[in-house]
């Protein structure tokens, strides 16, 4: 678990109680042994700055550009992604999922939402999928390029960004991505950590 901000024990909670041992990592050396890494919901921002400030950002990022299997959620999507359109001030990444993503997309935390998910690739059931503040990947790939190795594993309709679909370039009736994977890099936009439906971090224990 990437442990320096975040909402760390809920996830703890659910890989645990599906069989994973996990610790918190929070220096460089945490990283050591590791199988993967879950990045929590939280403040990517701040998330960014305090992996800087204990030495952390580039030791991870390396082990990530190694093949270290990763599940972002929220924040953490944010952290994986290689582009952010609205960066806080000095804010990175550890660019490693090559999309393009936009901070609190899906609004307010007053105007967070609650969806029932089509994701064949991890449940045939409907994920329960909750968005707070939630980041959109606006694009997969660079600029002009087509992002093909980036899978999109589910989607919602644009309409319910917090800004005009067309300020961003998107049709009003396009859809967005909520949960890609690149090759050992899963992320969603959305919660399953707080949801009990543990469908995600299922399929990131068995390999996804
Ligand atoms: N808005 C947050 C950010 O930019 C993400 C919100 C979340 O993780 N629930 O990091």
């Known amino acids: 678990m990437f442990a320096l901000q975040g909402d760390v024990r809920e996830h703890a909670h659910v890989l645990e109680a ?3 041992q996990t610790r918190p990592v929070r220096r460089a050396t945490d990283l050591a042994g590791l199988d993967g890494i879950v990045l929590p919901g939280g403040e990517s921002s701040v998330m960014d700055r305090l992996a800087r400030i204990v030495g952390l950002k580039e030791p991870l990022a390396a082990a990530l550009r190694a093949g270290l299997p990763a599940y972002g959620t929220c924040a953490g999507l ?3 992604a290689r582009r952010i359109q609205n960066p806080a001030p000095d804010q990175g990444t550890l660019e490693v999922l090559d999309v ?3 901070r609190n997309a899906f609004g307010a935390q007053a105007a967070s939402f609650e969806a029932d998910l089509h994701v064949p690739a991890v449940s045939a059931d409907p994920v329960h ?3 707070i ?3 959109a990947v606006l694009a997969l790939g660079e600029a002009g390029g087509d992002g093909a190795d980036v899978e999109v594993l589910a989607s919602v309709p644009a309409s319910g ?3 005009d679909p067309a300020g961003l370039g998107l049709d009003a009736g396009a859809r967005l991505p909520v949960a890609v994977r690149q090759g050992h890099v899963l992320a969603t936009s959305f919660h399953p950590e707080v949801t009990g439906d543990w469908s995600f971090h299922r399929a990131f ?4």
């Open 18 to 20: 599906l069989g994973a």
């Open 78 to 80: 944010i952290m994986l």
């Open 100 to 102: 393009t993503v936009r």
């Open 129 to 131: 999928a909750v968005f």
């Open 133 to 135: 503040r939630a980041p």
């Open 161 to 163: 960004l917090s800004v």
């Open 205 to 208: 224990l068995a390999g996804l």
